[in-house]
């Protein structure tokens, strides 16, 4: 039976295995440390498509194929596809997956789709709803800045808690437990947390509070600490939301998690060569970095026991310019 | 153990009970022949908000308390909201849950939105990842109207194949088994399925062919016929939409499902004395049907075994702008 703990944590009683994982990147993405992590990299923007939209469903078709070529399965042994991005109405998620003909499950969590996601597939495989199930989730520069912000055209200037949108998809692959690979063991979906931010260009400090809300939650659950980790890494906080949350457990718990901790959208870019401001962001950092650089570095051995807390901040355009304060959720999954 | 089917119908070992239900409207509905179904009917299309988006906010927070207040639970028993809407980013569902301190779980399946969701539930509730999950979703005409198609002062004509969004959300609670409480016994997830229309004012045309799709898969998998349910009910097809799903029988399979079948947006509105077109649509159209008309009328003994086949279509303005067809979807919960 699976064990469910006061705060919510599910405790997986079959715990399945991260059986195939990829991601695949942009030129900017390229540039960076993780470079070599990467899939497949374009070499401009657009993928060999008409438009930024139809380039992005691109990246999510290739991360899909990559996932699954990783995992020695074909597609059709994939028995769901859990999948979501930023675009309005989720289209780069629903057209990448259009001519699978497998089960389609669309989320949207902002960027903490993918942690959503694979915490989904994980309790489907673990409950024999699945035997394989895949997330894809993507985002772009390009099709995001101009819906969120402004024509790619203007320049708009931006200032330094702004963060990059990345231009990746990620795709990893739960399925049955296998003795080489990573398990997934258990797993907490998160409150809303509004600590209202209305900076729309400070993400970091917007997410931060519901990142410490998820993961202090998941400790108390689970009575650990820090240390029992090797890596907890959060979704996309960037450098100002990181350093929020290390102060947010400094000052409320008392302890420190700074040692082991990692940020997907601190580790994406060179933040001093890149001119990224505060770090990578979108639903594409944490699934790229998390599926590309984390799971092959954990079946390398560097580490054992991982953390990961994807975080979304659940605003648009419109609630934003109707003066409302901007939600913030994360998700968190353990891998051993 | 649960039973998965070559065509992914889940059997669910242990089915739950849907335990509480209710569905909220505008005053449009109120006009119509299920009036008496909704818990709440608005008198204005603000209700009491400055903003239409803050109305849908409010409409899916009413409708998750009354489906609470039916359920002699209160909202901490809830373990799971999960949660979507048409908007941009589904601000109305992040922002009505804000406040929750629940499990947040955010969905985007357009009009199957509610049918994703519920299946969802049933699917955690059964694996004892929770103990009551809810599933919440709304639309709401005046905010769909202007994102989608033109400012509201614009009064744009409609062609007869068009649809109506309905103004409305419903809420369902899925819980632990009751005997005296209608149980969900089966769910598929559909796949997505794009038959190629391209007309965004003839959506019941472009999920038709979903519907099919997932319908009859399940019939397949569970070796069962229109004649084994009671009730055959599809999300938002509309009256055109239906008649193409009933040919579609006719004509690939020779079956006739027509005797016993309904769809929540040509149950919703009088056609002829409402001027809505082919019917109603709109997430919140299968959430309200469902909800406030068809749990209530299931435990009145109206019907037995139930077949709901919740459909939506993928699109979004800027992917028809950029020429694409409209990918639909359909997802299948079986109640008995």
């Not at 001519?99 to 989320?107: H, N, P, Q, V, W």
């Not at 639903?283 to 994807?310: D, H, N, Q, Y």
Request: hydrophobic share 35%; aromatic share 10%.
């Amino acid at each position: 039976m699976n064990t469910k703990l006061p705060n919510g944590t599910i405790i997986l009683s079959s715990p399945p295995s991260i059986t195939g994982a990829a991601a695949v990147g942009g030129k900017k993405e390229a540039e960076g440390p993780l470079k070599e992590y990467f899939s497949y990299i374009a070499k401009e923007g657009h993928f060999g498509q008409t438009t930024w939209e139809k380039a992005e469903m691109e990246l999510q078709k290739e991360a899909l194929q990559f996932a699954v070529d990783s995992d020695s399965i074909s597609l059709k042994d994939i028995d769901y596809i859990f999948s979501g991005d930023l675009l309005n109405q989720c289209i780069a998620s629903s057209f990448a997956h259009r001519s699978t003909d497998t089960a389609f499950l669309g989320m949207y969590g902002a960027c903490s789709t993918f942690a959503e996601g694979l915490g989904l597939s994980a309790l489907f495989v673990n409950a024999g709803y699945a035997s394989y199930a895949a997330t894809c989730v993507s985002s772009h520069f390009c099709s995001a800045e101009r819906q969120y912000r402004f024509p790619m055209e203007y320049g708009g200037q931006r200032p330094p808690t702004a963060q990059w949108t990345v231009t990746g998809a990620g795709c990893t692959i739960i399925g049955p437990s296998t003795p080489d690979s990573p398990h997934i063991t258990s797993v907490l979906f998160g409150a809303i947390v509004d600590a209202g931010i209305t900076d729309a260009n400070n993400m970091g400090a917007a997410m931060a509070p519901a990142a410490y809300d998820t993961i202090s939650k998941f400790f108390e659950d689970t009575h650990t600490s820090p240390s029992d980790y090797d890596l907890i890494l959060t979704g996309d906080l960037g450098e100002i939301g990181k350093d929020i949350l290390i102060d947010l457990f400094r000052m409320e718990n008392g302890i420190d998690i700074s040692k082991n901790y990692m940020d997907c959208g601190v580790e994406i870019y060179d933040r001093k060569a890149q001119d990224v401001n505060s770090g990578g962001s979108g639903a594409g950092c944490s699934a790229s970095v998390f599926s590309g650089f984390i799971v092959p570095e954990i079946k390398k051995g560097r580490w054992s026991r991982v953390l990961f807390a994807g975080t979304g901040a659940l605003l648009s355009p419109l609630s934003s310019q109707q003066g409302e304060s901007i939600p913030g959720i994360c998700h968190a999954v353990c891998i051993n």
